[in-house]
């Protein structure tokens, strides 16, 4: 949709999104995605579905796998590590 607005192909779109952040579309949203869920899994009682409802995946597997990879543990570990 971006790169339909700016009526530039997508690759270009890719490119200069990178050239601002540093990181591809994907890598920035992931990012986002972590943030949220880790505020979340910090300061809520919601339920690790719900974290990763709430913070933009529609797979729970897809989620614990992109968490684990991210942050180096699992969803509910680093809710026991980082309860308040």
Do not use: H, W
């Not at 999104?17 to 009682?45: P, W």
């Not at 339920?47 to 989620?63: H, K, M, P, Q």
């Amino acid at each position: 949709k971006v790169s339909d607005y700016f009526n530039i192909t997508e690759q270009q779109a890719a490119g200069i999104f990178k050239e601002i952040f540093g990181k591809t579309l994907s890598d920035y949203l992931e990012d986002l995605r972590m943030k949220e869920a880790c505020f979340l899994l910090s300061n809520t009682g919601m339920t690790i579905l719900e974290v990763s409802e709430t913070s933009g995946y529609a797979n729970l597997n897809t989620f614990r796998r992109a968490f684990k990879r991210c942050m180096g543990t699992s969803p509910n570990e680093y809710r026991i590590q980082n309860d308040l």
